[in-house]
């Protein structure tokens, strides 16, 4: 719900304009500046107009060339106030101030204005000032020089519209700059034409308190599942069956206590111990099958390991004597290739006739003299 400031009757000094302006020139204080706006007779309020920092559309105006346009747009251009950059024109500038925005921490143009109060529009306006719907202010205007860019620290870009020319300042309900918001606004000035300060404050309090009980109502709505009259008569059909079969369990439950037999801690004990001694038997039982169960495992894998061990040296005696073929082999090629055409077909009929492999060889039925002899023996 909107905040809505009220003031005791004994406090309620009306301000004219002129003692406005003349303490929000003389004082560079924000909150007394906000505390005086609050009593002026008048529709004044106080807002940004332009904070140099980043606006939500990737640009930056230069305070310096605000502050520099500020003295034409009010003392020559009677510092027109519109309402969302259109046509109407609803209220004036009177004032400008520059200070640091508490937030931001950079640089700002404050400005002291005035809603009219000639028609409905102006009228709207100030009640949206009033309800929070109108947030700040927007700055209308062009830009005669080159735009530039700034490369931020965290890698973006920042358009800077450099010698921006201001022509306007509009009351908006979403500034493009994040800064640029209303800071205080009278309490006591009429809502509308002829309408007192205090109708005013009550006609917006009931009017939030009335969009927030609407939206709770349509929250509940929402919520709120569909439910048919068969479903309804259902779920009580079932509620009153359950309720049924619970009140014959109560009134069954004394009859088959005092059917039961009490049995003592001892008895109990005793019909007990048979039972223990069978699952501890049991238990043994099963313990020592798994022991043996392991142990056989155990005896197994160390007679593959050993089997393995065995084949794994066999494989590399087979591998060395294999390389050691190889190699001498290769070398008696060499020697062969030399020996007459001759020499080389007697060799290969007596291979034909005593043919030894390598096989033979490591298995130690044959010497690599024989097989030698036996390939190449002319």
């Given amino acids: 719900m909107t905040e809505i400031l009220f003031i005791k009757k004994q406090d309620q000094t009306k301000l004219s304009i002129e003692e406005v302006v003349k303490g929000f020139n003389e004082s560079d204080n924000l909150e007394d500046i906000k505390a005086m706006v609050e009593k002026a007779a008048d529709r004044m309020y106080v807002s940004w107009a332009s904070v140099d920092a980043k606006d939500k559309a990737g640009e930056r105006i230069p305070i310096a060339d605000i502050v520099k346009n500020q003295e034409t747009l009010i003392t020559k251009r009677g510092g027109p106030i519109t309402d969302e950059h259109s046509n109407n024109v609803v209220g004036k500038t009177w004032a400008y101030k520059v200070l640091e925005h508490p937030k931001s921490r950079t640089m700002g143009v404050l400005h002291l204005n005035q809603i009219f109060a000639d028609n409905v529009k102006d009228d709207e306006v100030w009640k949206g000032i009033l309800s929070g719907k109108k947030t700040g202010s927007s700055v209308g205007g062009l830009t005669e020089d080159k735009k530039t860019f700034e490369v931020e620290s965290t890698g973006g870009v920042t358009t800077v519209l450099n010698g921006f020319k201001q022509f306007e300042t509009s009351i908006v309900e979403n500034p493009c700059n994040p800064f640029a918001t209303n800071e205080g606004f009278s309490v006591i000035a009429k809502s509308v034409s002829g309408a007192p300060a205090s109708e005013t404050t009550k006609m917006v309090e009931e009017k939030n308190v009335a969009a927030v009980t609407k939206q709770d109502e349509n929250d509940m709505t929402s919520e709120a599942p569909e439910v048919s009259l068969d479903d309804v008569i259902t779920l009580v059909q079932q509620l009153a069956q359950r309720m049924d079969e619970i009140e014959a369990l109560i009134s069954a439950k004394p009859e088959a206590e005092e059917e039961a037999e009490v049995s ?9 111990e ?17 022991t043996a169960k392991a142990d056989e495992e155990e005896e197994k894998s160390e007679e593959e390991s050993e089997d393995t061990e065995d084949l794994k040296a066999e494989i590399a005696e087979l591998k060395k004597s294999h390389a050691e073929l190889v190699k001498k082999f290769s070398a008696v090629k060499v020697i062969s290739a030399t020996r007459p055409l001759s020499s080389v077909k007697k060799a290969v009929e007596k291979e034909e006739k005593k043919a030894i492999s390598a096989l033979d060889i490591v298995r130690g039925k044959a010497t690599l003299d024989e097989a030698l002899e036996a390939r190449y023996k002319v």
């Avoid at 003592?264 to 007990?272: H, L, N, R, S, V």
């Avoid at 048979?274 to 238990?283: D, G, L, T, V, Y």
């Fill in 264 to 272: 003592t801690p001892d008895e109990e004990a005793k019909a007990d």
């Fill in 274 to 290: 048979p039972e223990a001694e069978a699952e501890e038997e049991k238990s043994e039982e099963e313990s020592e099958e798994e």
